[in-house]
């Protein structure tokens, strides 16, 4: 596959070529342009202009941004994808992505196909600002760039009605935030006795150790729940940072949380894990209060944040 630098070359060196190509057209306006029409919107990386009339949106990170134009009903035409055989796990906006008419995979996650987004020659681009920063003059000779934020630095509700505010589905978003608002008072009442006498950890496990961290989805949603953290789990709420213990630490850290959302991307390794001398002893796991996740609830907006009260719910049922 092309490089990133080299497709940005080959990208730039096409717009001194050819004022033609859409793409550099639309740079020489800016791409967010007041004088075009349009919604203009505040961003982390400046004002941004949206057209009146959206017919195609390209996402860049395949999570949060892509849950956002999902569940907005926005006319998604290109997403990243996953290597195969790879998170065996049903993603969160898999049926909404289903249904998305028009949509494909456009590149490969975290490998950034500028050739084919300009050949696409989208209405908008959507993605957080880690990954349309380095490549934002690129992108905006293409079309508009939103730029959400990502878990550690904005809320999904606040990414989510900035999107909407841009392409006018502002209604559409508040209904969504609402019926979250709705499950999370739901599940709080029905296991209240649970969330408050048990201690919740979600653990992300892996081959050199184990990890949490306050601003993942999943973790989000158990505190909205307010589900009693475990200790490791406090201090990372705490700090707003993450913690990380060794393998070896794995039993003096988790023994105090009583259920455990245990993240792991292989299905292979959550194999093993069953088996494993220090896995097994953790009370959590000898009491079958664990239930299995992955990456794909680390980072969303409504349909991920609903799929991971779904998670937690299945974890409290145990008890």
């Given at each position: ?59 860049l ?67 957080r600002?880690d ?19 990502d ?6 509700q ?13 209604d ?15 599940v ?28 993942r ?19 990372a ?26 993240l792991?991307n ?10 494993d ?7 959590a ?35």
């Amino acid at each position: 596959m092309t490089s990133k630098r080299s497709l940005v070359s080959l990208l730039s060196l096409a717009c001194v070529a050819s004022l033609t190509l859409t793409g550099c057209t639309a740079a020489a306006g800016g791409g967010s342009s007041a004088d075009e029409g349009g919604r203009t919107v505040e961003t982390v990386l400046g004002p941004v202009t949206v057209p009146e009339a959206i017919e195609s949106v390209i996402v860049l990170e395949g999570r949060r941004d892509l849950d956002i134009v999902l569940s907005l009903g926005l006319p998604l035409t290109g997403y990243p994808y996953e290597a195969a055989s790879t998170l065996d796990l049903e993603a969160p906006v898999a049926h909404a992505l289903s249904g998305a008419a028009g949509a494909s995979p456009m590149f490969l996650a975290e490998e950034i196909n500028l050739e084919a987004i300009a050949e696409a020659a989208p209405t908008l681009i959507v993605s957080r600002v880690d990954d349309v920063e380095p490549i934002l003059d690129e992108l905006r000779a293409i079309a508009p760039v939103l730029a959400i934020g990502d878990q550690s630095t904005s809320s999904w509700q606040d990414d989510l009605r900035l999107v909407a505010e841009a392409t006018g589905t502002q209604d559409r978003a508040a209904e969504l935030i609402a019926q979250y608002d709705a499950r999370v008072a739901e599940v709080s009442e029905a296991y209240a006795d649970v969330l408050a006498s048990q201690t919740f950890a979600p653990v992300n496990m892996h081959s050199d150790g184990s990890d949490t961290r306050p601003n993942r989805l999943l973790s989000t949603v158990l505190r909205d729940l307010g589900a009693t953290p475990s200790a490791a789990f406090a201090e990372a709420i705490q700090s707003g940072e993450g913690v990380e213990f060794s393998p070896e630490q794995l039993v003096s850290t988790w023994s105090d949380a009583t259920a455990v959302v245990a993240l792991v991307n292989d299905a292979a390794y959550w194999g093993e894990l069953q088996t494993d001398s220090l896995w097994t002893q953790l009370p959590a796991v000898v009491g079958g209060h664990v239930v299995r996740s992955d990456k794909q609830t680390h980072e969303g907006a409504a349909l991920t944040a609903l799929h991971s009260l779904d998670v937690v719910e299945s974890l409290l049922a145990t008890f």
